[in-house]
Structure formats: structure tokens, C-alpha cells
Antibody
Framework: QVQLVQSGAEVKKPGASVKVSCKASGYTFTSYGISWVRQAPGQGLEWMGW????????NYAQKLQGRVTMTTDTSTSTAYMELRSLRSDDTAVYYC??????????????WGQGTLVTVSS | DIQMTQSPSTLSASVGDRVTITCRAS??????LAWYQQKPGKAPKLLIYKASSLESGVPSRFSGSGSGTEFTLTISSLQPDDFATYYC????????FGPGTKVDIK
């Protein structure tokens, strides 16, 4: 069965970086993409960006351009999302989700369990 | 960027009620719209994709309709498991989620 298993909760200070992992199993990793979606406490869902595990292409949300990098390691079927220069409003649960491989316009049929990132001094 | 709105923001209903949630896009997105259900502390669950296609395993009481800029999610007979927050998502151009509609017990 398809599973996306994310790394554990993180606590970071303002200005630091965080890198969240998402290990995929149960399907051919390079036949899909991975999108990242975050949810601040009590708030809605915010799409952060997408990476194709097929060819490594990426698209990032404009508001995060320059602060976010998404990568994949096809040898371990793992996707990564790194967010730099953290601020308090980056405190959120971060989700990875399976997406289409060829373009960032996609719905998401499988999701990871979420990783809470807390930014606090 | 394409903006998404949903109405209502909160909906109080009883078991057995027919429930309709509306989602509007700021420009035409054809049928590139999905609906998700989210319960507290859990990841969203895909219910409907391409505006009206039911995801495998989702009960048939859920249905979606619409195209262009206006879409609806209908639950034909609300069940206890359906009390949750529902989000629409456009994926015509990158991705944008609506603000959500919370369905709670009347």
C-alpha cells in the first residue's frame, strides 16, 4: 500500500533552517511528484511547491521563493523540503503529498502524516 | 495567482441532512478542482477530483459538480463520520486551496 512517512517534529529558532523528509513506499517513486503543503495552527492549507521525482523539476509558491528548496533522493525514495530564514509565522504542520510527475498542477491522493515545525526563540 | 473562496465558512447540520458547499475561483479553472475532507490532527483526504470524479473508496453520498469558476460539493445524507472541515483546491495553475468549510453538529 502507498505510504508517505515523514520525519519527526522540530523546534527551531528564528533565522534557522529546517529540513523535513518524506519517505515513500508502495509505488514507483520516480513515476510521480511530491508536493508540500503546510497548515499553521488553526488555519487552512497552503501549497508550498512541487518537485518531480521523475526529472527533478520544481515549482515553488511565489511567497516562498528564495527560502525553500525541494529535493529528492531516488535511491531511497525520499523527498526533502528545506525552509531557511525561519520566522515565527512558519510555525505549522508540514505535509508531503503524492502528485503528478510532469507539472505542478495536481491533486493529491496520498499524504504523509505531517511534521510539526515550531519556530520560537 | 488564482484565488479560491468557499461558502459558508461554517455549516451546522444534523445527521441525515443534505449538505452543499460552494467553491468559487477568481478565474476559470476548467474542471481542475478537487475536494478534501480533514479531521482534527489528521492529513487531508481526497474525496473528489476533476470537479466530479469520486476518488476510489469514497462513499457515494459525496458528489461534486461545476466547471469554470463555480463548483459545489454535496453530501446527500450527512453521516456522523462526515463532521469535518472541507477544502477545495484548484490545480489548473500551480495549486491553491480554499479557506475551508467546517461542518459541525447542529
Amino acid at each position: 500500500q502507498v505510504q508517505l512517512v515523514q520525519s519527526g517534529a522540530e523546534v527551531k529558532k528564528p533565522g534557522a533552517s529546517v529540513k523535513v523528509s518524506c519517505k515513500a513506499s508502495g509505488y514507483t517513486f520516480t513515476s510521480y511528484g511530491i508536493s508540500w503543503v503546510r497548515q499553521a495552527p488553526g488555519q487552512g492549507l497552503e501549497w508550498m511547491g512541487w518537485i518531480s521525482a521523475y526529472n527533478g523539476n520544481t515549482n515553488y509558491a511565489q511567497k516562498l521563493q528564495g527560502r525553500v528548496t525541494m529535493t529528492t533522493d531516488t535511491s531511497t525514495s525520499t523527498a526533502y523540503m528545506e525552509l531557511r530564514s525561519l520566522r515565527s509565522d512558519d510555525t505549522a504542520v508540514y505535509y508531503c503529498a503524492r502528485a503528478e510527475p510532469y507539472g505542478s498542477g495536481s491533486c493529491f491522493d496520498y499524504w504523509g502524516q505531517g511534521t510539526l515545525v515550531t519556530v520560537s526563540s | 495567482d488564482i484565488q479560491m473562496t468557499q461558502s459558508p465558512s461554517t455549516l451546522s447540520a444534523s445527521v441525515g441532512d443534505r449538505v452543499t458547499i460552494t467553491c468559487r475561483a477568481s478565474q476559470s479553472i476548467s474542471s481542475w478542482l478537487a475536494w478534501y475532507q480533514q479531521k482534527p490532527g489528521k492529513a487531508p483526504k481526497l474525496l473528489i477530483y476533476k470537479a466530479s470524479s469520486l476518488e476510489s473508496g469514497v462513499p457515494s453520498r459525496f458528489s461534486g459538480s461545476g466547471s469554470g469558476t463555480e463548483f459545489t460539493l454535496t453530501i446527500s445524507s450527512l453521516q456522523p463520520d462526515d463532521f469535518a472541515t472541507y477544502y477545495c483546491q484548484q490545480y489548473n495553475s500551480y495549486s491553491t486551496f480554499g479557506p475551508g468549510t467546517k461542518v459541525d453538529i447542529k
